[in-house]
């Protein structure tokens, strides 16, 4: 409407300084109307980004655009102005200097105008289209009522106040990893004041490399971070090679889709998709960063599939409403044995961050404001390398043996003839077969007797504890004191003035927005 306003009072404005100009005989209607052609000319030439590029392009770029349009009103004017002056006399233009001036000024200002109001009406016309495109959906059954509402209901919420505030006051958390006597594996850095849980994974059949998980929460438990231990797929060209009971590995055939495995998350959490949040340039920079395949080397082993998928949820703790970002990766990689049999395992990772749905873009960027946030151990690498050196060592060596003792026993066969010589061929290559057998056996029993060593390893100091003292020392944050509670309850919270605990098993048992004041969790103290 003020776009209206000002054109009228331009072109009043003009119409009148044509009035006074021809009446006093300085502007013929040759020169009005040739310049008037020009200015729509000008205003047509101005409009063409406007009509024929879209609002998202024109907001990427949207002082290139400004200043182009600017420009060109700036070359359309000194273009008019001098042609206006070839077009009439000397002596005629100089007294109507002035009525021209005014008359050229009057239409860059109203081509200035125009351009400013289509640059404030982009935002709204941009909204305009997403809630129009949004009724689209709705009406052909893509989104659901409910989904509608809430896309409505987010695309014209205010923008949330993003984070600014200083560096924040992080601690480096630590994961220990039993099987090395409880040596740093890794630390990870989150805000000073959050409750850190955590540990690793010792490797499966599909990926002997080992792999942190945990879960790090604010005080009051209504913000934090999840880290999810990789679910591991395999599957292989021959039956014969695929994963076997108990391996730790998912048999499947086929690259496992990202937004298809968020789908079965989603399902599985019972969470309420609020919209899609893949970033599709980053997504793509991950489907590309794959090992390309070398036909010179085709069984070498190689990052073949990559994909990811983010997405915005929400859900309530008590009566309070959370906001959650789900994203999620998958890695697939191809190998090839001696038997130039391929096998194929994929890994899917699951990061969570959540947070009070009024708090939840501040605390992202916060959480993304740590620097370096993952160290890892030199020394655990260093310990982790020897180790499986030295297990692959022995199976070569132990294979080298039984190898030898088969030539040379088959050899000393050789020497022997008729029936005697088959019969005991045929007898060494049964006790070799049963031998093989045997190795196979003893190295399967080897490898599950070390995985009960580990676990015992790792039950003993919480076993020592119960057992011991029957309790649970742990740490008020309220008080700064160290007090002891019935180790029957994994978890305390405490109020914030100290005087009420409440105790539970249940991890997202949280007694806040509950209206019987604020609580935090106490944090266990080993």
């Not at 101005?46 to 879209?54: A, N, R, T």
């Not at 200083?166 to 959050?194: E, H, R, Y």
């Not at 022995?394 to 088969?406: C, G, K, L, P, S």
């Not at 060494?428 to 029993?445: K, L, S, T, W, Y």
Request: with cysteine; glycine share 6%; aromatic share 10%.
């Amino acid at each position: 409407m003020g776009s209206l306003l000002i054109a009228v009072f331009v072109l009043l404005c003009g119409w009148q300084a044509y009035r006074s100009a021809k009446k006093s005989g300085t502007w013929s209607n040759k020169v009005f109307f040739g310049i008037l052609a020009a200015a729509l000319a000008l205003s047509g030439l101005v409009s063409i980004p406007i009509y024929f590029l879209s609002w998202s392009t024109m907001d990427e770029h949207f002082g290139l655009v400004i200043t182009s349009m600017l420009l060109t009103i700036g070359i359309g004017v000194t273009v008019i102005t001098i042609y206006a002056n070839r077009w009439w006399k000397a002596e005629l233009l100089k007294r109507a200097g002035k009525d021209q001036t005014l008359g050229v000024v009057l239409v860059a200002f109203l081509l200035l105008s125009m351009a400013a109001s289509a640059q404030s009406q982009a935002g709204s016309s941009t909204k305009a289209q997403k809630a129009a495109a949004l009724r689209d959906l709705l009406d052909s059954g893509v989104l659901t009522q409910e989904q509608y509402n809430a896309k409505i209901q987010a695309l014209n919420a205010p923008a949330e106040a993003p984070y600014s505030g200083g560096p924040v006051a992080t601690k480096n958390a630590g994961i220990f990893d039993p099987t090395f006597g409880g040596l740093l594996f890794a630390t990870f850095a989150v805000p000073a004041d959050w409750i850190f849980q955590g540990g690793m994974t010792q490797g499966t059949g599909c990926n002997v490399g080992n792999a942190p998980f945990f879960r790090a929460t604010s005080p009051d438990g209504l913000s934090g971070i999840k880290l999810y231990p990789p679910t591991d797929f395999a599957w292989a060209d021959t039956q014969a090679y695929m994963p076997r009971p108990n391996s730790g590995c998912i048999a499947r055939y086929g690259n496992i889709v990202a937004a298809d495995y968020m789908k079965y998350f989603l399902d599985q959490s019972h969470l309420e998709l609020v919209r899609d949040a893949t970033d599709p340039a980053e997504a793509e920079k991950f489907r590309q960063s794959i090992t390309p395949f070398d036909p010179q080397h085709p069984g070498k082993y190689r990052v073949a599939y990559r994909d990811s998928a983010s997405a915005l949820v929400r859900f309530k703790i008590n009566s309070i409403q959370e906001m959650e970002k789900v994203n999620v990766s998958v890695t697939c990689d191809d190998q090839a044995g001696a038997m130039r049999i391929h096998t194929y395992s994929c890994a899917v990772g699951v990061v969570t961050t959540w947070a009070p749905e009024e708090k939840f873009q501040a605390t992202t960027q916060m959480l993304l404001s740590i620097p370096n946030k993952r160290t890892d151990n030199p020394a655990w690498e260093q310990a982790w390398l020897q180790r499986n050196n030295a297990q692959w060592a022995a199976i070569r060596a132990q294979n080298a043996a039984n190898t030898t003792a088969f030539y040379t026993a088959l050899n000393n066969q050789i020497v022997s003839s008729g029936e005697a010589f088959r019969s005991n061929m045929n007898n060494q290559f049964n006790v070799h077969e049963q031998q093989m057998a045997i190795a196979r056996q003893n190295g399967d029993n080897n490898l599950h007797q070390q995985q009960q060593r580990w676990d015992a390893q790792s039950r003993h100091t919480d076993d020592v504890v119960d057992s011991i003292l029957s309790q649970q020392k742990r740490y008020d944050p309220t008080t700064g004191q160290i007090y002891k509670s019935d180790s029957a309850y994994t978890y305390n919270w405490v109020s914030t003035d100290g005087k009420q605990y409440y105790p539970t098993n249940d991890i997202n048992d949280n007694p806040n927005g509950r209206g019987n004041g604020s609580w935090v969790m106490t944090t266990n103290v080993h």
